[in-house]
């Protein structure tokens, strides 16, 4: 099902050039499918519902943390009293210094990975958190909402220091923290990680096979379900 509408920029952000505002919704009602013209990271801080993407829908609920990227279409349903942070915020044009996270095989699900996928691969896009990691990660959120409300000198060097810390725990929490169904991803993601910390030397598929634990056709099939090209053809991108 097509979104039938775009979330705008101009509309969201005071000012656009700075696209990063934290939204706390305290009972999310259901929303029909639609897009952003930016990324929105999603923490459920309590009650549940079902998320809604255009390939399908799964239950969410308390701890539950997802990256929904600006073309991606979604939406909510049947939320009971869902209580919910939304982080927008567009990467390139705050400037947002990712590069060593891309050696974090959180980070391949969380941005590359699971975007591409959807429930009927298998994949929940979500990171279930514990309580401990859930408070962490609420406590930056409004780390970075008070600094953009208080707006003194310096406010969006820091609201963007704490989105980067937020954004770079959530990659380490995730091989502890995933669905039990996104082991075969992860592991996709810790080949990612090894490409992008090896990308000196040369990489033959034997090794990803061997590291991967998989067997070579599995891998190769994953593989280009989550990324869209063959390792080797990404060895060579990368």
């Known amino acids: 099902m097509p979104s039938s509408r775009i979330l705008r920029s101009a509309a969201h952000?005071?000012?656009?050039?700075?696209?990063?505002?934290?939204?706390?919704?305290?009972?999310?009602?259901?929303?029909?499918?639609?897009?952003?013209?930016?990324?929105?990271?999603?923490?459920?801080?309590?009650?549940?519902?079902?998320?809604?993407?255009?390939?399908?829908?799964?239950?969410?609920?308390?701890?539950d943390v997802f990256l929904v990227r600006g073309d991606a279409a979604h939406g909510y349903a049947d939320t009971r009293s869902m209580e919910l942070v939304n982080i927008l915020f567009h990467p390139r044009k705050l400037g947002l210094s990712l590069g060593e996270l891309a050696q974090l095989p959180g980070y391949h699900v969380l941005f590359r990975i699971g975007p591409r996928l959807g429930p009927e691969h298998g994949f929940r896009g979500r990171l279930r958190l514990d309580a401990m990691h859930l408070a962490q990660v609420a406590s930056l959120a409004r780390m970075i909402e008070e600094e953009l409300t208080r707006s003194q000198p310096g406010c969006r060097a820091m609201a963007v220091a704490y989105l980067t810390q937020l954004l770079c725990l959530l990659c380490r929490f995730y091989p502890e923290a995933a669905a039990p169904e996104h082991a075969p991803w992860l592991r996709i993601g810790e080949l990612l990680s090894h490409v992008e910390r090896n990308h000196h030397r040369p990489i033959a598929l034997a090794e990803l096979v061997e590291i991967s634990a998989m067997s070579e056709s599995s891998l190769l099939r994953l593989f280009r379900r989550a990324v869209g090209m063959s390792p080797i053809d990404y060895v060579i991108r990368v």
Request: proline letters at 10%; hydrophobic letters at 30%.
């Open 13 to 63: 952000f005071p000012d656009p050039e700075f696209p990063l505002r934290v939204i706390r919704v305290p009972s999310h009602g259901n929303t029909d499918l639609h897009s952003h013209e930016f990324h929105e990271l999603v923490v459920i801080l309590g009650g549940q519902g079902r998320h809604v993407t255009d390939t399908g829908s799964y239950p969410i609920g308390a701890g």
